[in-house]
């Protein structure tokens, strides 16, 4: 079956530090691959987008790989801040038909000041 | 520009009872989306619509039913309240072709049967 993967764990780093968080992905075929963060009590917001065919994509201090071959995606932030704290979800579609995104169960971000 | 617009907010039902969960978005999107998402969970697609007219089944769609008659509203109906349903549900819209695929999400309504 088709499953997304990510890391239930809460994630606990301190700020200034890169944060880290993967998404893994089996019996997939993704066009493309989101990443969404999602405060307590609101809707997700998309964050980044990477396609098929790319293998890194950057906005500001986030950046995300995407390795088809070993069914992962990273997204790491970079000079992490407190703000940051939330929880992140990684959504794929599959190519063909309806870009529908699944979404992973996300893993929540502590930053410590 | 409102985006994406679900009321009730918060809502407690009784076993048995029915509701309508409303959802309207002002961007033209043709493509519109029901999650729900229980605790420590993520969003579970309960159904889709890829323009007005069309919907179809997501991963559970049991106990709802929806309707696109426009392009800006799509509301989801639960027939027959069970606990099972004690849930956040988010409503969502896109574009959804190969350019512009990012999801607009509405702010969730919690809802509680009992």
């Known amino acids: 079956s088709q499953k997304i993967e990510q890391n239930s764990e809460a994630l606990n780093i301190q700020e200034g530090k890169t944060a880290t968080l993967t998404c893994n992905y089996t019996?997939?075929?993704?066009?493309?691959l989101q990443w969404y963060r999602q405060d307590p009590g609101r809707g997700p917001v998309f964050l980044l987008l990477?396609?098929?065919?790319?293998k890194e994509k950057r906005k500001e201090r986030l950046k995300v790989t995407f390795d088809t071959t070993l069914k992962q995606s990273l997204f790491h932030i970079t000079a992490s801040q407190p703000a940051d704290s939330a929880t992140y979800l990684c959504?794929?579609?599959?190519?063909?038909?309806?870009?529908?995104?699944?979404f992973g169960r996300g893993t929540s971000l502590i930053v410590h000041p | 520009n409102a985006g994406v617009t679900q009321t009730p907010k918060f809502r407690i039902l009784k076993i048995g009872q029915s509701m309508t969960l409303q959802c309207t978005q002002d961007?033209?999107?043709?493509?519109m989306y029901w999650y729900r998402q229980d605790p420590g969970m993520g969003l579970k697609l309960i159904y889709y619509?890829?323009?007005?007219?069309?919907?179809d089944k997501g991963e559970v769609p049991n106990g709802y039913n929806v309707s696109r008659s426009t392009t800006e509203d799509f509301p989801l109906r639960l027939e027959l309240a069970a606990p099972s349903q004690t849930s956040v549900y988010f409503c969502?819209?896109?574009?959804?072709?190969?350019?512009?695929?990012?999801?607009?999400f509405g702010q969730g309504t919690r809802l509680t049967v009992v």
């Open positions: 961007m033209n999107h043709n493509y």
């Open positions: 969502a819209s896109s574009y959804s072709d190969r350019q512009n695929t990012e999801a607009f």
């Open positions: 990477i396609r098929e065919n790319e």
């Open positions: 619509s890829v323009g007005a007219g069309i919907t």
């Open positions: 959504a794929l579609a599959r190519t063909g038909g309806s870009y529908i995104p699944t």
């Open positions: 019996n997939y075929s993704p066009a493309y």
